[in-house]
T-cell receptor
């Protein structure tokens, strides 16, 4: 399975932008990059996904490097509710499962 | 609309007993997944259903674990002769669109504690 590498933890202040990095140097040409997050005591929830181009939705933006070996999830204005573990996952052609790594624990300070 | 629901939300059992965990996927979703999240192990895949069949059950940790899905809807995960290491949060997810852009929708999980 292609692997992703994320920082264990990050901190942000409320109402400031947050940039969560993910390295995936072994990504193949057809792998999609997915982001999920898990709030305390809840199941994971989908955030965003992309292939090559940058993507925006109501929750976040996804910036993908030109060589696709890294990506960054951008929360434009962090709120306290955004405190969660953020997982960067490669969706591969080999199967349907999601392979979760350790993720990044985001702390948002008031 | 209603999301993925799981029951019970919490389950405490004694070592050696059997437990059944239930998952109600989003209506119309053909794919259903079970994952497990335990301290120190992270989130791990258990089994995947497409309709009523399970093309990928490679994540089941032992033969004490089994799952079935009937009518293309509700799924039950059964753990026989529970052990303390089975204590974890068991998460169910469903999706209606397979492929590389598939989005999985997770339930709140069942917290299992084996004493």
């Amino acid at each position: 399975d292609a692997k992703t590498t994320q920082p264990n933890s990050m901190e942000s202040n409320e109402e400031e932008p947050v940039h969560l990095p993910c390295n995936h140097s072994t990504i193949s040409g057809t792998d999609y990059i997915h982001w999920y997050r898990q709030l305390p005591s809840q199941g994971p929830e989908y955030v965003i996904h992309g292939l090559t181009s940058n993507v925006n939705n109501r929750m976040a933006s996804l910036a993908i490097a030109e060589d696709r070996k890294s990506s960054t999830l951008i929360l434009h204005r962090a709120t306290l509710r955004d405190a969660a573990v953020y997982y960067c996952i490669l969706k591969e052609t080999s199967g349907s499962r999601l392979t979760f790594g350790e993720g990044t624990q985001l702390t948002v300070n008031p | 609309g209603a999301g993925v629901s799981q029951s019970p939300s919490n389950k405490v059992t004694e070592k050696g007993k059997d437990v059944e965990l239930r998952c109600d996927p989003i209506s119309g979703h053909t794919a259903l997944y079970w994952y497990r999240q335990s301290l120190g192990q992270g989130l791990e895949f258990l089994i995947y259903f497409q309709g009523n069949s399970a093309p990928d059950k490679s994540g089941l940790p032992s033969d004490r674990f089994s799952a079935e899905r009937t009518g293309g809807s509700v799924s039950t995960l059964t753990i026989q002769r529970t052990q303390q290491e089975d204590s974890a949060v068991y998460l169910c997810a469903s999706s209606g669109q397979l492929g590389l852009q598939e989005t999985q929708y997770f339930g709140p999980g069942t917290r299992l504690l084996v004493l």
